[in-house]
């Protein structure tokens, strides 16, 4: 069935060293992804997106890379801070869908300072 | 910055109750939604609302959800009968367009017990 899955649970990475967190999805007709972060108590916060026909966009310090041959994506956090720490969740829009978006599980980033 | 209010950030109910949690979205969004988190899970769609009507839902937006604009700035999400399991973080977001022309603004969620 179709799904947005995260790799890995956890990723700990040393504030100021680079952060790579990725996401593999399970619909290669999906047309549009949006990393979100949600910090504790809060509601996901916009990231960045990309659309299937891209490859790569930045924004600042963030990179969103999207691989569609082995339908992976990945957000890249230059500089990690420690208002980094958060948990990171993918989500893709499924090929039908009007407006819903489907949600991976989410990983949790931790900075060590 | 514009932001999306969910009122209550807590509430508690007994099972068997009917609940309404409230949410004010961007003034000039058109695109309205509402999302739930079962702790420690994934954030689940439940249903989306453009036009005065809904315009997609999910398997898990059944009879027992409703979603209503009572005028123009509320959004609210009724859960009749409410179970167990319907303890949950439940989010209200807004969009100005339709994804992919940019995601949607998430509140800051309304976390209900049913005990």
């Known amino acids: 069935g179709e799904s947005v899955g995260l790799h890995l649970p956890t990723l700990s990475v040393q504030e100021g060293d680079n952060s790579i967190i990725n996401c593999a999805y399970s619909?290669?007709?999906?047309?549009?992804f949006i990393w979100y972060k949600q910090e504790s108590g809060k509601g996901p916060q916009f990231i960045i997106d990309?659309?299937?026909?891209?490859d790569k966009r930045q924004g600042q310090r963030v990179t969103v890379l999207l691989n569609k041959t082995v339908k992976h994506l990945s957000l890249q956090i230059a500089a990690t801070q420690p208002g980094d720490s958060a948990v990171y969740f993918c989500?893709?829009?499924?090929?039908?869908?009007?407006?819903?978006?489907?949600f991976g599980k989410g990983i949790t980033l931790s900075v060590r300072p | 910055e514009p932001e999306v209010t969910q009122t209550p950030s807590h509430q508690v109910t007994q099972m068997g109750q009917e609940v309404i949690l409230r949410c004010v979205p961007i003034?000039?969004?058109?695109?309205f939604y509402w999302y739930r988190q079962i702790l420690g899970q994934k954030v689940e769609f439940l249903v989306s609302?453009?036009?005065?009507?809904?315009?997609?839902k999910s398997e898990i937006f059944d009879d027992q959800f409703s979603v209503e604009r009572p005028d123009g700035s509320n959004f609210t999400l009724k859960i009749r009968s409410t179970k167990l399991e319907d303890s949950a973080m439940y989010f209200c977001?807004?969009?100005?367009?339709?994804?992919?022309?940019?995601?949607?603004?998430f509140g800051s969620g309304t976390r209900l017990t049913v005990v």
């Open positions: 977001a807004s969009s100005l367009f339709r994804p992919p022309a940019g995601g949607y603004t």
């Open positions: 619909n290669s007709a999906s047309d549009y």
């Open positions: 990309i659309r299937s026909n891209m």
């Open positions: 989500a893709e829009k499924p090929p039908g869908a009007n407006s819903k978006l489907t």
């Open positions: 003034s000039n969004h058109l695109y």
């Open positions: 609302f453009y036009n005065n009507e809904i315009s997609e």
